[in-house]
C-alpha cells in the first residue's frame, strides 16, 4: 500500500513556539510508518521554514525537558543551534511538487491557529487537518468568539474589551470602566493567543495595571474578564459535519489558575479524567462544546474549556483551542483516549477528516 505523504509543521512566530515543537514530536512518534511518510517542516520564530532534514534535529531536541527546567542557559544554546540551522537550511516548499497527501499543522498561537496557514493551505488546494480558515481566525480571537458563543446561547462570564491604543492615550479611564462593570478579580487576557500566554488575575488597581501592560506586550486588543468562583473543564471534540464529544476533564491548577507555568513549567496540576461531576453536568457540558464546535464553523478537531461554578453548577464557556496541545501531558489527546480512542488512532483520524474534507470540497464547481 502506497504511503500517504504528511507535513509535518511546527515551531511558527508564536508565544507558543517551544510548546509547539513538544507536540510535534508526540504527534511524529504516533504516526505509524508503515502508513506515512512523515516530513517535519520546522518554521523559525522570524518565520523561515527550514528543509526536513534540518526539520528533524529540531524534532529530535527534548524541548519538554527544557521547558520544564526553565534552565536559561540550556535554551540559549540551543536557540543558537537553532539559529544557525535557520541561515543554512532555508528552502522554499512546493507542496504540489513534494506531493504531500495532507499537511498537519501543530502550530499553536498567533500564524498557526488563527486562519493564516489555513488560508495558505486553501491557496495551494492542499488538504490539511484541523479547522477551516473561518473557524480558526474566530476561535483565536476571544471578543469574537464570545460574541458567536452569545449568539448560540451559551453562556460568558461578563467581559469587556480594551485596545492597546486606548491604554496608551487614558489608562486611568480603561481602570475605572473595568471596576465598574466587572469588579475584582478580573482576570486579563491577550485577545489573541493560547496557552495562557501573558494572562494574569488582578485582585486590585495596581495589579489590573500591571496586567493590561502584560497582555499589551502580546496584542493590540485586550479582553477583561470577571472572574468566576468555578472549576475549569474541558472536552475534547472531534469530527466534520457529525462531531463527537470525549469525556469530560478537570484541571486543578497548582497555580491560582491554568496558566503557562501551570501547564508546562510545574507540570504539578491534578487532572481529573473523568471529571468529578454528576452525569448530568457532563451530558450537558459535551452537549455544550457540540454547540460551541458548530456555532463557530469548528471541523477536524478543538477542545472546548469551560468554567463551572462552584455552587452553582452553571456552566460558562472560556474558549475554543483548534490546534490543542499534542504533548504528553495534553487534555485532548488524553480525553479521547479516556473514551476509548488512542492517541495512533486519533490521528490517524484526524488525516482521514482531513482528506473527506477535501474530496468534499473538491465537488465543488469552482
Request: proline residues 3%; charged residues 25%; aromatic residues 8%.
Amino acid at each position: 500500500m502506497k504511503k500517504l505523504k504528511v507535513a509535518l509543521l511546527f515551531g511558527g512566530r508564536s508565544g507558543e513556539h517551544e510548546i509547539s515543537i513538544v507536540s510535534a514530536r508526540s504527534v511524529a512518534a504516533a504516526l505509524d510508518k508503515k502508513k506515512y511518510q512523515v516530513l517535519p517542516i520546522y518554521i523559525t520564530k522570524d518565520g523561515h521554514w527550514l528543509a526536513p532534514d534540518a526539520s528533524q534535529k529540531v524534532l529530535s531536541t527534548d524541548f519538554e525537558e527544557l521547558i520544564k527546567s526553565q534552565s536559561t542557559t540550556a535554551i540559549q544554546k540551543i536557540e543558537r543551534e537553532m539559529s544557525k540551522l535557520s541561515k543554512t537550511s532555508r528552502f522554499s516548499f512546493d507542496f504540489k511538487k513534494e506531493k504531500i497527501d495532507v499537511a498537519f499543522p501543530v502550530l499553536h498561537g498567533p500564524f498557526g491557529e488563527d486562519g493564516t496557514i489555513q488560508g495558505l493551505f486553501e491557496m495551494m488546494n492542499v488538504a490539511y487537518a484541523g479547522c477551516g480558515v473561518l473557524s480558526s481566525s474566530l476561535t483565536m480571537d476571544k471578543d469574537m468568539s464570545k460574541i458567536c458563543f452569545e449568539r448560540a446561547g451559551l453562556n460568558v462570564s461578563d467581559y469587556m474589551v480594551v485596545m492597546r491604543s486606548e491604554l496608551q492615550e487614558n489608562l486611568n479611564t480603561t481602570l475605572l470602566q473595568a471596576e465598574k462593570k466587572l469588579r475584582y478579580p478580573i482576570f486579563v487576557k491577550p485577545a489573541n493567543m493560547g496557552s495562557s500566554v501573558g494572562i494574569s488575575k488582578a485582585k486590585n488597581r495596581e495589579e489590573l495595571s500591571s496586567a493590561l501592560e502584560i497582555a499589551a506586550r502580546y496584542d493590540r486588543k485586550i479582553v477583561l474578564e470577571k472572574a468566576v468562583d468555578a472549576r475549569e473543564v474541558e472536552v475534547a471534540v472531534l469530527g466534520n459535519e457529525n462531531p463527537i464529544a470525549s469525556t469530560v476533564g478537570e484541571i486543578v491548577p497548582c497555580n491560582e489558575f491554568y496558566d503557562y507555568e501551570a501547564k508546562y513549567v510545574k507540570g504539578t496540576s491534578e487532572l481529573y479524567i473523568p471529571a468529578r461531576v454528576p452525569k448530568s453536568v457532563q451530558e450537558k457540558l459535551q452537549k455544550a462544546a457540540i454547540e460551541a464546535y458548530k456555532a463557530t464553523g469548528c471541523e477536524g478537531m478543538a477542545r472546548v474549556d469551560f468554567f463551572l461554578e462552584r455552587k452553582t453548577n452553571r456552566i460558562y464557556i472560556n474558549e475554543i483551542n483548534t490546534i490543542p496541545g499534542f504533548t504528553s501531558i495534553s487534555m485532548y489527546p488524553k480525553l479521547f483516549a479516556a473514551s476509548g480512542i488512542d492517541y495512533s488512532t486519533l490521528i490517524d483520524r484526524l488525516i482521514d477528516l482531513a482528506l473527506e474534507r477535501h474530496a468534499d470540497k473538491e465537488t465543488n464547481i469552482v
